[in-house]
C-alpha cells in the first residue's frame, strides 16, 4: 500500500514538535545575531552594561524634577487661590446686585432675595477661604516632600557630608 506523504498534515498531527521546532529556530537565529555583531571582545560587558539596573536612574535629572515639581505645585496653587478669589469676588458681585434688585422690588422679595444674596456672599466668601488655607497646607506639604527627597536623593552620594554618623 501507498501512502503519500503531506507536510502539511503532519505538522498537523504533531502542534508540540513543530512550536519546539520553531523556537529552536528563532533561538538560533537570535543568537547568531547578538554573536555576529561587531563590537569585539567588549560584546558581553555591552551586554552587561545595558542590564545594569544602576544607570537607569539619573538622580540628578531627579533632583531637578523636585524643584520643578515644587515650583509647578506652587505655580498651581498660586493660580487655584487666584481662582477662588475671583469667583468669590464674582459671587459677591452678583450678591450685591441681587440686593440691589432686591431692594427696589417690593418688601417681601426684599426680604428673600437680600437673605438669599448674603447667604451666598457668605458661601463663596467660606469656599474662597478654604480653599486658600487648603491651598497653602498643599504648598507646604509638597515643600516637606521635596526637602525629605532632597536630603535622601543627597545622603546616597558618596561623597556626601551627611553620611558618616560620626558629626552627630
Do not use: C
Amino acid at each position: 500500500m501507498v501512502r503519500q506523504f503531506n507536510a502539511l498534515d503532519e505538522i498537523r498531527k504533531h502542534p508540540g514538535i513543530t512550536s519546539a521546532v520553531v523556537a529552536v529556530l528563532a533561538g538560533v537565529g537570535l543568537a547568531t545575531l547578538l554573536l555576529n555583531q561587531r563590537s569585539g571582545p567588549t560584546r558581553f560587558e555591552r551586554l552587561r552594561g545595558r542590564f545594569n539596573p544602576r544607570g537607569w536612574v539619573d538622580t540628578a535629572a531627579l533632583r531637578d524634577q523636585f524643584g520643578d515639581l515644587a515650583r509647578s505645585v506652587r505655580q498651581g496653587l498660586g493660580e487655584a487661590g487666584e481662582r477662588a478669589s475671583d469667583l468669590g469676588e464674582d459671587t459677591r458681585d452678583r450678591a450685591d446686585r441681587w440686593y440691589r434688585d432686591a431692594r427696589q422690588s417690593s418688601r417681601k422679595s426684599l426680604e428673600r432675595h437680600g437673605k438669599t444674596a448674603r447667604r451666598y456672599a457668605g458661601k463663596a466668601g467660606g469656599y474662597a477661604r478654604s480653599h486658600a488655607r487648603e491651598g497653602g497646607a498643599i504648598l507646604a506639604i509638597a515643600a516637606i516632600a521635596v526637602a525629605v527627597g532632597a536630603a535622601a536623593l543627597e545622603s546616597r552620594r558618596t561623597n556626601a557630608p551627611t553620611r558618616s554618623s560620626s558629626r552627630y
